[in-house]
């Protein structure tokens, strides 16, 4: 079928579904709601967005990522499955469901919730996808919701809307900061919960709960496991949103944002033992949540959970505003004026130093000094500020540099670190302008090894195609310390050229010595830079050949005295290859690259590369709020 025939169907099918789905304009009831939901999914099976009735400028989210309708699950999703919970508010014209998907044959769980404009068309699709196998399969196995979630409540039993807010609002009130002695009688005593289809309140399995070794919190009840304070962990529930209010069967479709800063280091009692939280829990980590509420009076009598997780600090897409509070903490002291290669140097040694006694009041910070983390914007002293425990010392340890740009005002540094007990391999670029630090990106690779109870593997992702585990990373190629006198410096011509080689998967028109190697999450790979550009996804090493669009490209930093830039990019993978896929390409993913590049006489002759799993679509907040100063975007 030629490509016109295809739009002229694909247009006449869009007729079609427009006329069988058009959403009453001024109201939508239960039917209209339901309807939109299995209009939404028959089109997702189909992978055609032009079958919904869509609203110009619709805004389509997954996995807190916005994205053009049609890309992420949408050329990959297979049939829903048969388990279909759906939250109605003609209210406020929104519809959610639970259900389950595959993506190229792999089971997931899918939230998807949906919002009809003022012109009875769609103007908002928000999903969550939780790539938890084992979950989908459960709730496949269950077939249906529990009936009492589908009941019409009579009348005189319902409490408000405002008030089933209220209530529901409660559970996130406590659970952040879970205090053992708060006041839990919002939940109801038969009260229970779905996690990812699992049931984890009132289960004398004696399975162990989470991450963690205890096997006796799940045979609680809500309020008991409440009143352990057992779920302190989670520091933070931001960017609560209520958007599904179903009045008449007295449930809440949630929203919510779960930070666990990584400070918590016990769990509290739950038997009369207080144990060591889980390593999962070493590092800052961020979990996007859709949970379902259903009330009895106004007590919350069921709890339908499932999370996915996302780089710490990630907002709600639906959110405006801006990222964080950006005011403070400014200090009074000053650095010289210009600040040349040695007092960059100087720079990066007193970050580390700073964020290593976790206190950055000795430092000198600009007005609005931004600091990001992973390409989310942070507060200066959340994240790495409060989890740092070790950065290795260049010059003195194995894994260390530092790296300075005096034209630019640019320090950067890149080394081994530890937050407790799990090593990474930390990026830092300082923006120093007029004796103050502006800026001070962070970029880790946190080591996921798959230990004891789901280890410290980020939630619901796939296996990437090279893992770094925290296997030893041996020593710091010294060529990327080397003094290179003379050198011309770092042409941005040959990095862009080395991104669109990436993004080609050909060398040619790359500047390569013949002996460059690279290497990716600390494995070696067994040919030349140029071949292995050429011919990656045939060798274990490097990443898939199969991955596309090379964004968000940025030199962070340009070391003309050593011939060595520091550069990051999202590589988009969308899993779209020929059948049959290998198990780490199945569902679409983007992958952070983290890079070291040494140039030598004009030509890349090493590279080292860390690279880290980013839900499809990820794009640092760098590139997204057009911030002055930031590394060159090109
Ligand atoms: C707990 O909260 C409920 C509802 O707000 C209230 O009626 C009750 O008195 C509170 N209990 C205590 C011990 O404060
Ligand atoms: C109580 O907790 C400790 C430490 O987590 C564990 O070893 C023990 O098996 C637990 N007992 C029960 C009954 O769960
Ligand atoms: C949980 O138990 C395993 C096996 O006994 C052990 O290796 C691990 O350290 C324990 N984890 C925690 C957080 O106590
Ligand atoms: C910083 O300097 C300003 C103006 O000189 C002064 O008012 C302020 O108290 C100083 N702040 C600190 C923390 O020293
Ligand atoms: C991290 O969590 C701890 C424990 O809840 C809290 O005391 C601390 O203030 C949090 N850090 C930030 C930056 O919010
Ligand atoms: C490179 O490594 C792969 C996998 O370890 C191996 O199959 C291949 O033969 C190696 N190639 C060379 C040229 O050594
Ligand atoms: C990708 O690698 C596979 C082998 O793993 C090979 O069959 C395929 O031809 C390669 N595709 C491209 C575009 O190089
Ligand atoms: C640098 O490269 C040029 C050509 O690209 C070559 O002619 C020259 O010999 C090289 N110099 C060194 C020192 O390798």
Redesign the pocket.
């Known amino acids: 079928m030629n490509t016109y025939f295809r739009i002229a169907l694909a247009a006449a099918w869009s007729v079609l579904a427009l006329s069988s789905t058009q959403v009453q304009i001024g109201g939508c009831d239960r039917p209209c709601l339901e309807s939109l939901i299995s209009t939404y999914l028959t089109a997702l099976a189909a992978h055609d967005p032009w079958r919904l009735p869509t609203a110009p400028g619709v805004k389509y989210v997954e996995n807190s990522q916005v994205l053009p309708l049609g890309t992420g699950l949408w050329p990959t999703a297979g049939s829903p499955g048969k388990y279909r919970h759906v939250f109605a508010d003609p209210g406020s014209k929104q519809v959610a469901a639970i259900t389950t998907i595959t993506e190229n044959g792999v089971g997931s769980i899918y939230v998807v919730r949906l919002k009809v404009g003022e012109d009875g068309k769609i103007s908002e699709i928000e999903t969550q996808i939780t790539r938890d196998t084992a979950g989908a399969a459960r709730y496949e196995r269950m077939g249906q919701p529990e009936a009492v979630w589908l009941v019409a409540v009579p009348p005189e039993q319902r409490i408000s809307r405002a008030m089933l807010i209220a209530q529901s609002n409660k559970y996130y009130g406590g659970m952040e900061r879970n205090h053992p002695k708060g006041n839990y009688s919002f939940f109801d005593k038969d009260c229970n919960r779905l996690e990812d289809g699992l049931q984890t309140t009132n289960v004398k399995s004696g399975d162990s709960y989470g991450h963690s070794n205890d096997t006796a919190f799940a045979s609680l009840g809500c309020e008991a496991q409440f009143q352990t304070g057992f779920l302190g962990f989670v520091t933070k529930i931001r960017n609560r949103r209520f958007p599904v209010v179903d009045e008449e069967r007295q449930a809440v479709l949630a929203i919510t944002i779960l930070d666990h800063n990584g400070t918590v280091r016990e769990l509290p009692s739950v038997n009369g033992t207080s144990s060591p939280i889980p390593p999962y829990f070493d590092v800052p980590r961020t979990l996007a949540a859709s949970e379902g509420f259903r009330l009895r009076g106004d007590k919350l009598f069921r709890i339908e959970m499932t999370l996915t997780e996302v780089p710490y600090g990630m907002r709600s897409a639906f959110l405006a505003g801006p990222p964080v509070d950006l005011r403070g903490p400014s200090t009074n002291l000053t650095i010289a004026i210009p600040c040349d290669h040695a007092c960059l140097d100087s720079v990066v040694d007193r970050v580390l130093r700073a964020m290593l006694a976790h206190d950055a009041s000795n430092l000198p910070l600009a007005q609005g000094v931004h600091y990001s983390e992973n390409g989310q914007f942070l507060t200066l002293g959340d994240g790495l500020w409060e989890t740092l425990g070790r950065a290795a010392r260049p010059g003195v340890d194995d894994y260390a540099a530092r790296f300075a740009d005096p034209a630019s005002g640019t320090a950067a540094y890149w080394g081994l670190i530890k937050e407790h007990s799990t090593p990474g391999v930390l990026a830092l670029r300082i923006k120093v302008d007029s004796g103050k630090i502006t800026e001070i990106e962070a970029i880790g690779v946190r080591a996921e090894s798959i230990g004891a109870r789901g280890g410290t593997v980020t939630l619901m992702r796939p296996p990437l195609p090279v893992e770094w585990e925290g296997n030893s990373l041996s020593r710091l190629d010294p060529v990327f310390q080397q003094d290179e006198t003379g050198v011309t410096g770092i042409s941005p011509v040959l990095m862009t050229a080395y991104f669109d080689g990436l993004e080609r998967h050909s060398s040619t028109g790359v500047l390569f010595t013949p002996a460059c190697t690279r290497r990716d999450n600390a494995v070696q790979g067994?040919?030349s830079c140029a071949a292995q550009m050429d011919g990656n996804g045939i060798?274990?090493n490097g990443l898939y050949n199969r991955t596309t669009t090379v964004r968000d490209r940025r030199i962070l930093i340009a070391d003309a005295s050593k011939g060595v830039a520091l550069v990051v990019a999202m590589i988009d993978n969308p899993a779209t290859g020929l059948a049959p896929l290998p198990a780490t390409e199945r569902v679409p993913s983007t992958y952070m690259i983290l890079q070291l590049i040494k140039v030598d006489n004009g030509s890349i002759s090493r590279v080292e590369s860390m690279i880290r799993w980013m839900p499809f679509g990820y794009t640092s907040a760098w590139a997204e709020h057009n911030i002055p100063g930031r590394g060159d975007v090109f």
Do not use: A, L, Q, V
Request: neutral net charge; hydrophobic residues 25%.
């Open positions: 067994n040919m060798s274990p």
